[in-house]
């Protein structure tokens, strides 16, 4: 399982509503610049989830996108929300996994006419392939309410601009038709969602929309039906479905923080390790030939037992100087109490039960790095003594 979350954004409030209603354990996070998340987890696992609202357009999604992104380091990044139609092929409530995001809105106008200068990004190969496996399996319709229709999942490039578009005849239509015509929906905050993950080192990212108009001038009417909400409850079931998904893949089809930082400081040139905490050098080297062995000593597991200790010190001092709130300690204290319950036990079943419950607890204290780090050192000691 992934330790890092999955960053979900929606745009509008009935979306946020949607998505939220899939998570448990949610606490909300400040952040310093005034933007608030809810961090939890998704309600039947152990994935992390972080949740922003955006708002309508391209440039705020893709400023707080960045946020989002700056802040929690997640290991994929989804948005989630509903569209309008671009082809009748396309039936309201369906799902749209966009394979490509089109800003439309790049040109230049020249006097005989205006000329498209397109951006478009792909999602990756990796979450395209998680993504269509789950529509095969069917797994995804386990979340929608009971009694509800299943939707199709369809895959194609979603346009995002910033307009409405509402009419099948307009000059913003007939262009967006004749430009983009493989577009399946249109939309208007992908393009800038899409631009910071690529900013991010292509941090995979994925747009999922429940079609809830045509954009042909019926909107009022399909508004007035409900299909909003219809549309975005598939769209939450599918996109949590697909996070819980992309949070059980292997670790090394996601780089992690560590390895980006030592991607950037080029280590071709000398390797340097730096020991902290509890932490072990295995083997420093420049240039190495031959086979090599690295043991690691059984007191890995006593070192777990010892950091939850003192983790739980800290914690109850956190506790009394206001840091934490009696909500947040009290459900702090009930995973730690699992954890080492459960490394008491000295088996690979235990040490899986202790995993789960300290993902929970990171959760728990996420805001509160310092704490956090040291949930984070305990699982790293765990995992070494497995």
């Known amino acids: ?23 448990a354990g949610l606490r909300t996070h400040h952040h310093r610049a005034g933007t608030l998340f809810e961090v939890g987890h998704l309600a039947d696992g152990d994935c992390q989830v972080v949740l922003g609202l955006v708002g309508k357009g391209n440039h705020p999604a893709a400023v707080l996108a960045e946020r989002a992104i700056s802040e929690f380091d997640p290991l994929a990044l989804l948005f989630v929300g509903v569209a309008g139609a ?10 749209v996994v966009a394979t490509h995001v089109y800003a439309y809105h790049g040109g230049t106008s020249e006097d005989d006419g205006f000329k498209a200068r397109p951006r478009v990004w792909e999602i990756s190969h990796e979450v395209a392939q998680v993504a269509h496996h789950l529509d095969r399996s069917g797994a995804w319709t386990r979340r929608l309410p009971d009694g509800a229709d299943i939707p199709k999942v369809r895959f194609g490039p979603i346009a995002a601009g910033e307009v409405v578009q509402d009419s099948a005849i307009s000059i913003h239509a007939q262009w967006v038709r004749q430009t983009y015509n493989d577009a399946l929906a249109i939309e208007m905050e992908a393009a800038g969602v899409a631009q910071a993950a690529h900013f991010n080192r ?3 990212m994925i747009v999922v929309r429940g079609v809830s108009d045509r954009a042909d001038g019926t909107k009022v009417t399909t508004d007035g039906a409900n299909w909003q909400p219809r549309a975005v409850v598939a769209a ?18 996601w780089r992690t923080a560590s390895l980006r930082k030592a991607e950037d400081k080029g280590m071709s040139d000398g390797v340097r390790n730096v020991a902290r905490d509890h932490a072990r050098v295995g083997v420093q080297a420049g240039a190495i030939y031959g086979n090599v062995s690295v043991g690691q000593p059984p007191a890995l597991t006593a070192d777990a037992r010892a950091l939850l200790t003192e983790l739980r010190d800290e914690l109850a001092r956190a506790r009394t100087s206001g840091t934490v709130d009696e909500d947040t300690f009290a459900a702090a204290e009930e995973e730690l109490s699992v954890a080492a319950d459960s490394l008491s036990r000295d088996s690979e079943q235990g040490r899986h039960r202790a995993m789960i419950a300290l993902r929970k607890l990171r959760g728990l204290l996420m805001d509160l790095a310092e704490l956090a780090s040291k949930v984070t050192a305990i699982i790293t000691a765990i995992r070494g003594a497995s």
């Open 1 to 23: 399982m992934n330790e890092r979350p999955v960053v979900i954004l929606t745009a509008m409030d009935l979306e946020y509503r949607a998505v939220r209603k899939h998570l």
């Open 86 to 95: 671009l082809w009748p092929q396309v039936g309201l409530g369906d799902v």
């Open 202 to 204: 292509s941090l995979p």
């Open 236 to 253: 939450a079931a599918y996109a949590t479905a697909l996070a819980a998904e992309l949070a059980k893949q292997p670790h090394h089809k």
